[in-house]
């Protein structure tokens, strides 16, 4: 099952960069993102600070579980931060790799007569970071507690992520999309190999840990 997923994401992504590697898919790409941009008169103060939390959702969440284990002492909350931790640096290290081996520019900086830019922004645009961000936290919080009730507004906020980048000018939409498998892959290849590491280090003590997902 976790293959198929994976296999899926990866086939996902290669379609993303076919996209805007084709001129067809390029313009799509272009007009959709011109009718959600708006145009320069559109209040952008709500996208602008919904665009911003992302960074403390991300980091505060780990932060906030591993405290939650230290306090509790709980082993498996403890395990759970480090999963967590290590799909927040694994998902960085890939968007940053892809965004200078692809070195896609900005849309508002090869079409300034149509996206106007709304936020501070870099130079390169493929794929979303912001965007990975959210849907590495998203299916991370999903994977520690796979409940409905964690999955719909943890999701509902990375799309609204997506969504703020594209409103303020920063990315394509393929950007967008790229950044959201690749957000989501982190997430399950870093939940994968936090299991087998501590299934390793279980095997060693001999000794196992209760999983209570209470936290």
């Avoid at 290669?14 to 941009?37: E, M, P, R, T, Y």
């Avoid at 919904?50 to 909350?77: A, H």
Wanted: with cysteine.
């Amino acid at each position: 099952m976790k293959q198929f997923q994976l296999k899926h994401q990866a086939l996902v992504l290669l379609l993303v960069l076919f996209c805007f590697k084709s001129k067809g898919q390029a313009a799509w790409d272009l007009n959709l993102l011109a009718k959600i941009n708006g145009g320069p008169e559109k209040s952008d103060r709500f996208w602008q600070a919904y665009t911003n939390s992302i960074t403390y959702v991300t980091v505060g969440t780990p932060l906030l579980v591993g405290s939650i284990g230290v306090l509790k002492k709980d082993e498996f909350v403890k395990r759970q931060f480090v999963g967590m931790a290590g799909g927040l640096a694994l998902n960085g290290f890939l968007t940053v790799t892809l965004k200078y081996g692809i070195a896609r520019p900005r849309p508002f900086a090869v079409h300034g007569d149509l996206i106007f830019k709304k936020t501070h922004a870099g130079s390169l645009s493929f794929p979303s970071g912001h965007t990975s961000s959210a849907f590495q936290w998203a299916t991370s919080c999903v994977l520690a507690k796979p409940k409905w009730y964690v999955a719909v507004p943890a999701y509902m906020y990375a799309c609204g992520i997506g969504y703020s980048r594209m409103h303020l000018g920063a990315h394509y939409p393929t950007d967008v999309l790229g950044g959201a498998v690749v957000g989501t892959s982190s997430a399950f290849a870093s939940y994968y190999i936090n299991q087998w590491f501590w299934r390793k280090i279980d095997k060693k003590k001999k000794t196992k840990v209760t999983i209570n997902p209470s936290f």
